[in-house]
């Protein structure tokens, strides 16, 4: 069992930063995919990055060149680093894990809200 947990979220102006965390209670995050999904208010949850076991990293049309995947094993955490925000980008945005061998996500945090104002 894997517990995530997300953190860093809040409200920020357009064109602004914010780094979200994703602390894992697993006893290694290194054997796993990981990823980053958000929902936004009437929408479809959508997928925003992603993170393999090798560091290999894939973005939404969206956000590429604006956000950044990163994970630090040692730490067991997940990161979002958010630059140059949009209104657009205003969503709840959770973290999620799975063995890299299945291909859906079985663990999921709680979300953390982010909410962009123009």
């Known amino acids: 069992q894997v517990q995530l947990v997300e953190s860093g979220g809040g409200s920020v102006q357009a064109g602004g930063s914010m780094r979200l965390s994703c602390a894992a209670s697993?006893?290694?995050?290194?054997?796993?995919?990981m990823a980053w999904f958000r929902q936004a208010p009437g929408k479809e949850r959508e997928g925003v990055a992603r993170i393999v076991r090798d560091g290999s990293t894939s973005y939404a049309d969206s956000v590429k060149g604006r956000f950044t995947i990163s994970r630090d094993n040692a730490r067991k955490t997940l990161y979002l680093q958010m630059n140059s925000l949009k209104p657009e980008d205003t969503a709840i945005y959770y973290c999620a894990a799975r063995a890299c061998y299945l291909a859906t996500y079985g663990y999921w945090g709680q979300g953390t809200q982010v909410t962009v104002s123009s």
């Open positions: 697993a006893d290694s995050i290194s054997n796993y995919c």
